[in-house]
T-cell receptor, first 113, second 111 residues
């Protein structure tokens, strides 16, 4: 069973607040990813990381930022949340390698009022 | 970006029926994965297929990788309400970390 954790699971905040979504994995995976997803819809890759001190933007433009100071930790930050940021945010990780199967956390459901 | 097309986008069936969903691309993949996502949770890996023509079975689920490794299908026999979820395929291979998932097939199995 995958050991990847996200907190909080649910977050309701007001417009303009700064938030950080936490993601940690204990599998020693070098790659980590953040996806944005509306219910029942496709996954949109917004950030990914090859390893420590490496971060890249994904296919979907996002106002969020990420950091990777430790292998196991890949937090996502929104400096000023807006209602358009309301969505589910999923964190994933994988090893390097040709198959690089991804393991997902349970997600954070964000609602910005 | 190597696109993955999934069909159908939505599928609603009755318990006991059989169904097939498809994942197609114009690109060749070294492997292809199928994931299932239940509401409110993250996707969970079901299977990885690697060899062209490969068939893998997972209880009532049968996965096939096309001979040319450009497409895949998932067949469910005697669907049950517990099969309800979003089925996602993902192609893998090369150094394209931006390669991502297909849009998914949202399956609803009604009791």
């Amino acid at each position: 069973e995958a050991d990847i954790y996200q907190t909080p699971r649910y977050l309701v905040i007001g417009t303009g607040k700064k938030i950080t979504l936490e993601c940690s994995q204990t599998m020693g995976h070098d790659k980590m990813y953040w996806y944005q997803q509306d219910p029942g819809m496709e996954l949109h890759l917004i950030h990914y990381s090859y390893g420590v001190n490496s971060t890249e933007k994904g296919d979907l433009s996002s106002e969020s930022t990420v950091s990777r100071i430790r292998t196991e930790h890949f937090p996502l930050t929104l400096e000023s949340a807006r209602p358009s940021h309301t969505s589910q945010y999923l964190c994933a990780s994988s090893f390097s390698g040709i198959n690089n199967e991804q393991f997902f956390g349970p997600g954070t459901r964000l609602t910005v009022l | 970006t190597q696109l993955l097309e999934q069909s159908p986008q939505f599928l609603s069936i009755q318990e006991g029926e059989n169904l097939t969903v498809y994942c197609n691309s114009s690109s060749v993949f070294s492997s292809l994965q199928w994931y299932r996502q239940e509401p409110g949770e993250g996707p969970v890996l079901l299977v990885t297929v690697v060899t062209g023509g490969e068939v893998k079975k997972l209880k009532r689920l049968t996965f096939q990788f096309g001979d040319a490794r450009k497409d895949s299908s998932l067949h469910i026999t005697a669907a049950q309400p517990g099969d309800t979820g979003l089925y996602l395929c993902r192609g893998s291979g090369g150094s394209n970390y931006k390669l991502t998932f297909g849009k998914g097939t949202l399956l609803t199995v009604n009791p």
